[in-house]
């Protein structure tokens, strides 16, 4: 709606209701620049008004958690004084008009997320989804996302070293970026993104304040139109190179021990950064704009209050450090402004020239008030679970190659060779190797040992059922750390969905949000931080995004000798699969890529199954017995299979009747992607050990087979034989992405 | 013996190299700020990242900043000189080393693993390596294509001034071996006296076993050789 004033007209996202409300616990008519500022703050980007109250059923609390969500990232004690700080968010919108730019700010979002925690960031993790890639437009919007990751995050100095791709029609115009970043910290060096001493000084740090961003959190709470394009003025531009300094200065600052409080300046900007660390600190704030270094001349406080221009950070300073702590930035000749002071008001003065020109009480903006939405469930849902099952396949063997050439099982290698993930000497499991990132601690007494990092999420799956597929994001996430040797310890996620105020779209989230504390309750994960992204919709066609809840999942590798990669090793060891089959092919990537159908029944999520399955694996992997692990998710066995043998350069015979399974079709069997399962190999001496492993924690296993000396990767059941030679197979599933990207394949 | 490894704004592999030195090496090794890097060490190392954000070109701006003064004079005196990466763009944009790093033929900043074959052991970082040694490390930038004109490369040639060439896993120098269309397969050279020496690849990524792939720590050789070098020569 348009609100006129005296001097000038505005656009606000505000409803009637909203704008009444404020009124009445402003006890006036609020100015140009309060309204501004409330605008802002009341938007779902920052306020989650229609998400806050589901988000609520979340398990947050857990042993290891030190700062669960509602701060900036989640901070999670992994013993010797050490913490882990991350924290996973969305930057769809602004991709979706201007892919390199968007991408790129979101990166640099995130890490600063991280850093104001005062932790060093040290991974980053991105989980993209765009249209198929047989679309130009996807395409165009894969390759700018992909590159703008690259540059920024190469620049700053940080690995980008784990993450997801998926391709789906309904990501075709309105892509999702969502980006995660994981940090080291010495737990006495945590800091709070709070104001709690009135007299403390602000200092605005880093990039200058431009008109670029502004209106960005606004943009970013409504849907896509053709009119976006218009926006891109929304979109912000990051400067990779200011936050590389701005990081090393941070880091510095906080050692000085005279920072009290640190938050960066991201959606929302100034308006965002005082009043949220006015309100959490009880405290109020007093800026004076004519002191922000800014980069345009004539900008008005309006302006200044609502730019999300990138690179900035908020520092709370003890006053009698200062110069202490200004004498970092200026060894850095990073540009700063000593903007304000914190008061003992509870409001948000803001003032030019020693005029008052925004008045407004620190809880107002940072705690909107809650939209009430309604849920429904929509009609498609039991229309696509009920679909009878397809024929089998007239040539079954050709189906393995036909989903390993699938885009979203193909290797991702055209991904991430773009992406430094080397930097930081911390990677011990790269991309590709392994189901799982692995850093090293390399942190004085941090011991021998590693963080496993992963980001999972099926969209199918949640679109034909989102409680069974939120649930199975995070235990996949789980499994997937456990099969690389560490033991799961807290979880964040990002939520993408539709537009709220539909009420098929709010039961998706509803349903996804009861399905992850499900979830997470069983298995004892606690959820330390989040974000939620509303309005990924395209009006044109009037279509949602396939709701996604992407789970950012950290585990502890205890010792890096546990280490375990998904490659076959040796010639003789034993394959076993652990876990039980279902007849559960619904929504699965055999009956997309396949049959060209979407429906069915999709995996059951069950936290009992996950937990026998994956403490055998643990157990098994940190007692030596496991030579490798993958877990079986997309693709199913079948393609877990596959993957092993490519990794490992060499192939495997495997009579699929010792699959633990109930009774189905042999493609079923082949492509199930039922949970609570992993394929994993140990050396023959180990075996009985590693089967009482199994009969300890209940899982069912199945030994079916064992590594061979040759390429050959042969398949029994019953008197059916599937052979495979290893190097054709790798062939389908490394082209594909790149011949996509590099014009050979349409 | 004291190393400097001198940080730049915008260099982030600083802090990897004086974690090899100090922890894998055993070295004293001081990071140093560009502006109070006033050359009295027994070596130095840029390292690598983006420097100045690689705003202009990659190196250029380094290249021309007070510290190089000192870095010169290390060189001159023939103390040992190391660029990596973004080191060797400084390296070469500084005149310190002959050639020139253009943009990958692929348009892509390319992460991966290497072999390399070391084409001459007289250099302070490669006399602890064998010729035609294949070594494995990785590479990780977007202008690594070495460029040099013909009659720079016979010179090269001529003078011993090729210190790696990328290669296949038997050691031969053939194209698909070459990740970014550097001439000869070239990944590092040295000046004339060998003390100064610039390579594409990291070798402080892969100096530990468990950072490899391979579990090599091939990369070692290389600060092994610079200690090797200024324990028999200095």
């Not at chain 2, 038997?170 to 000869?184: D, K």
């Amino acid at each position: 709606m348009i609100v006129e004033r005296p001097d000038m007209q505005v656009k606000v996202n505000l409803t009637r209701e909203e704008l009444e409300k404020a009124k009445e616990m402003l006890g006036r008519e609020p100015n140009i620049v309060e309204l501004g500022m409330i605008d802002i703050m009341w938007s779902e980007h920052c306020s989650y008004k229609s998400s806050r109250e589901v988000l609520k059923i979340l398990p947050r609390e857990g042993e290891h958690v030190i700062i669960g969500p509602g701060q900036d990232a989640g901070v999670v004690d992994i013993g010797n004084g050490l913490a882990v700080v991350f924290k996973i968010e969305s930057h769809n919108h602004p991709s979706a008009v201007d892919p390199y730019n968007g991408a790129a700010t979101g990166v640099g979002g995130i890490i600063r997320d991280i850093l104001c925690m005062g932790a060093r960031p040290i991974a980053l993790v991105d989980s993209l989804r765009f249209g198929f890639p047989s679309s130009p437009h996807a395409r165009w919007l894969f390759r700018y996302v992909v590159k703008g990751i690259a540059d920024y995050g190469n620049c700053t100095g940080i690995p980008t070293v784990a993450g997801q791709v998926e391709f789906d029609p309904s990501f075709e115009r309105n892509c999702l970026v969502n980006v995660g970043c994981v940090g080291i910290a010495r737990k006495d060096r945590i800091m709070p993104s709070v104001a709690s001493n009135p007299g403390d000084v602000l200092v605005l740090v880093g990039g200058s304040t431009g008109r670029d961003g502004i209106h960005g959190v606004t943009f970013a709470s409504k849907t896509l139109s053709e009119k976006s394009e218009e926006e891109r003025s929304s979109v912000q531009i990051g400067d990779p190179f200011m936050k590389k300094l701005v990081i090393e200065a941070t880091l510095e600052a906080v050692e000085t021990g005279y920072v009290r409080g640190l938050k960066d300046l991201g959606g929302g900007g100034l308006t965002c950064a005082t009043s949220e660390m006015a309100a959490k600190g009880g405290t109020g704030v007093e800026i004076e704009l004519s002191k922000v270094h800014l980069r345009e001349e004539g900008m008005t406080p309006y302006e200044i209050m609502l730019s999300e221009s990138q690179e900035r950070m908020l520092f709370v300073v003890d006053p009698k450090g200062l110069d202490k702590v200004l004498s970092v930035f200026e060894k850095y000749e990073i540009p700063y402004s000593i903007i304000g002071r914190v008061t003992d008001t509870r409001e948000v003065v803001v003032k030019l020239n020693g005029k008052v020109v925004a008045r407004v009480p620190a809880k107002l903006l940072a705690e909107a008030p809650l939209a009430k939405r309604t849920s429904k469930k929509p009609a498609y849902v039991e229309k696509l679970r009920d679909i009878p099952p397809p024929p089998m396949p007239e040539n079954l063997e050709e189906t393995l190659p036909q989903l390993l050439s699938s885009p979203n099982i193909a290797s991702k290698e055209w991904v991430y060779q773009q992406y430094d993930h080397e930097v930081g000497i911390r990677t011990v499991v790269k991309p590709g190797q392994a189901d799982a990132a692995v850093l090293r601690i390399i942190e004085e007494d941090g011991g021998n040992r590693g963080i496993a990092i992963k980001a999972d999420c099926n969209s199918r799956h949640m679109y034909l059922d989102p409680f069974n597929g939120a649930a199975g994001a995070l235990a996949e996430c789980c499994r997937n750390i456990v099969a690389v040797g560490g033991k799961p310890l807290a979880f964040v996620d990002c939520a993408n969905f539709g537009n709220p105020e539909k009420p098929e779209i709010f039961w998706q989230f509803e349903m996804a949000i009861k399905g992850l504390a499900y979830m997470a309750r069983g298995l004892g994960i606690p959820c330390v931080g989040g974000n939620v992204s509303f309005y990924n919709e395209d009006e044109t066609t009037g279509r949602a995004v396939k709701p996604s809840t992407e789970v950012l999942a950290i585990g502890l590798v205890e010792d890096l000798k546990h280490v375990t990669t998904m490659a076959f090793k040796s010639a003789g060891d034993v394959i076993v699969v652990v876990g039980k089959t279902f007849r559960e092919v619904g929504g699965s990537e055999y009956y997309y890529i396949v049959h060209g159908i979407e429906g069915g029944k999709v995996p059951a999520a069950d936290p009992n199954r996950e937990k026998s399955s994956m403490n055998a694996v643990l157990e098994g992997i940190r007692r030596g017995y496991v030579t490798a692990a993958h877990d079986i998710s997309r693709g199913g066995f079948a393609v877990a299979l596959a993957e092993m043998a490519i990794q490992g350069g060499r192939g495997a015979e495997v009579f699929l009747d010792n699959m633990p399974r109930e009774p189905m079709r042999i493609d079923e069997l082949l492509y199930s992607e039922s949970n609570a399962r992993f394929i994993i190999t140990v050396e023959e001496k180990n075996l009985d050990n590693f089967i009482s492993l199994c009969r300890n924690t209940g899982a069912p296993f199945g030994i079916i087979g064992r590594v061979s000396r040759s390429n050959r990767l042969i398949l029994r059941y019953e008197s059916l034989v599937l052979e495979y030679d290893v190097h054709h197979l790798e062939k389908a599933w490394k082209m594909p992405i790149w011949e996509y990207m590099e014009g050979l394949r349409s | 013996m004291r190393v400097a490894v001198i940080r730049f704004p915008g260099s982030n592999c600083d802090l990897d190299t004086v974690f090899v030195l100090r922890k894998v090496i055993g070295v004293k090794a001081d990071l140093v700020w560009h502006k109070n890097f006033k050359g009295d060490y027994d070596a130095v190392i840029l390292p690598g990242g983006f420097s100045y954000g690689d705003y202009l070109r990659a190196g250029i701006i380094a290249a021309h900043s007070p510290a190089m003064k000192y870095v010169k004079e290390m060189a001159r005196e023939g103390l040992p000189v190391l660029g990596i990466c973004n080191g060797f763009q400084i390296l070469i944009e500084a005149g310190l080393l002959p050639g020139a790093l253009i943009r990958n033929t692929t348009l892509k900043f390319i992460c991966k693993w290497v072999f390399l074959k070391v084409k001459t052991t007289r250099t302070a970082f490669s006399n602890l390596m064998k010729r035609e040694q294949v070594l494995k490390m990785p590479i990780a930038h977007n202008e690594g294509r070495y460029f040099i004109d013909e009659k720079g490369l016979r010179e090269l040639m001529e003078n011993d001034q090729i210190v790696f060439t990328y290669v296949d896993g038997e050691g031969n120098e053939t194209p698909n071996a070459n990740p970014n269309g550097s001439v000869a397969n070239i990944a590092g050279v040295c000046n004339l006296e060998g003390n100064v020496v610039g390579l594409m690849p990291h070798p402080e990524r892969a100096s530990e076993a468990i950072l490899s792939p391979y579990g090599s720590d091939d990369g070692k050789l290389l600060f092994l050789s610079m200690k090797n070098f200024l324990e028999r020569w200095m």
